[in-house]
């Protein structure tokens, strides 16, 4: 039986995509800070299920809950990081901008590296980063939101070029990109090419499945990608 690692499985895109991994025969191994919503989707699976409860903010947590997960499992085929914190803050907050940063970038990152660690030993290994448009630019009203997005899309960059060191080559770097998603993250009022939860969902277990090295979701969003690349930023200092 294939094994499977998702953080941030209490809710939203997390949850969504561990029952898809369960539909298709996994095991998994549900992670989040909310111990009742995991044991709910453990009811469902039964056997299939490992609850390990976890607060990504605090690092050596995180290292340990991976390694009971570890112990347990043995091997892991694929760990899908959903943890994610995002707040409009045009005040800059430091409550805010703390909890952004320790969840996005210090615990986001020591989960990178507990998993490529982990894959680069066994010669095998999806890792799977949910970052976002947000990665591309930055942005007046979220600062330290879409700057945490834009380090894990390059964190998650460097590690595919260090993918090169591995000899098997079966180990694989996904970075998935949504845009607006109808879940409790999205940022904002009356917001722009919103969809459905099941429909990005669906795309982002499409994008793992093929093994994709980076995928925005929905489609469209790569046009969207295409024009921030290119756009000046006295031009997005006007429009965002």
């Known amino acids: 039986m294939k094994?499977?690692?998702?953080?941030?499985?209490?809710?939203?895109i997390g949850k969504e995509i561990s029952e898809l991994l369960l539909k298709d025969g996994y095991r998994v191994a549900i992670?989040?800070?909310?111990?009742e919503k995991l044991e709910a989707l453990k009811k469902q699976y039964s056997n299939q299920v490992y609850v390990a409860q976890n607060d990504i903010q605090k690092v050596d947590e995180v290292e340990n809950v991976f390694n009971e997960i570890i112990k347990e499992f043995t091997t892991i085929d694929i760990i899908i990081q959903s943890s994610g914190v995002g707040h409009i803050n045009p005040t800059l907050a430091w409550n805010k901008e703390e909890e952004t940063?320790?969840?996005?970038v210090v615990g986001a990152t020591k989960l990178y590296d507990l998993s490529f660690n982990?894959?680069?030993n066994q010669g095998f290994g999806h890792l799977v980063g949910i970052t976002s448009?947000?990665?591309i630019r930055g942005n007046r009203g979220a600062p330290a939101y879409f700057s945490s997005k834009a380090y894990q899309k390059a964190y998650l960059e460097s590690l595919y070029m260090k993918t090169k060191t591995i000899k098997s080559n079966k180990v694989f770097i996904t970075d998935i990109r949504p845009g607006f998603v109808d879940t409790a993250m999205a940022l904002g009022e009356g917001i722009f090419w919103m969809v459905s939860l099941e429909k990005a969902v669906k795309q982002i277990y499409t994008a793992i499945k093929k093994k994709k090295r980076v995928a925005y979701i929905s489609?469209?969003?790569?046009l969207i990608a295409f024009i921030l690349k290119i756009a000046p930023a006295s031009f997005l200092k006007k429009m965002i």
Not at 3 to 12: D, E, L, P, R
Not at 31 to 35: I, N, Q, V, Y
Not at 101 to 104: A, E, G, L, R, V
């Open 3 to 12: 094994t499977a690692i998702v953080f941030g499985a209490t809710s939203g």
């Open 219 to 222: 489609k469209r969003w790569r």
């Open 133 to 135: 448009i947000a990665s």
């Open 118 to 120: 982990l894959f680069r």
């Open 101 to 104: 940063i320790f969840t996005n």
């Open 31 to 35: 992670t989040g800070r909310r111990l």
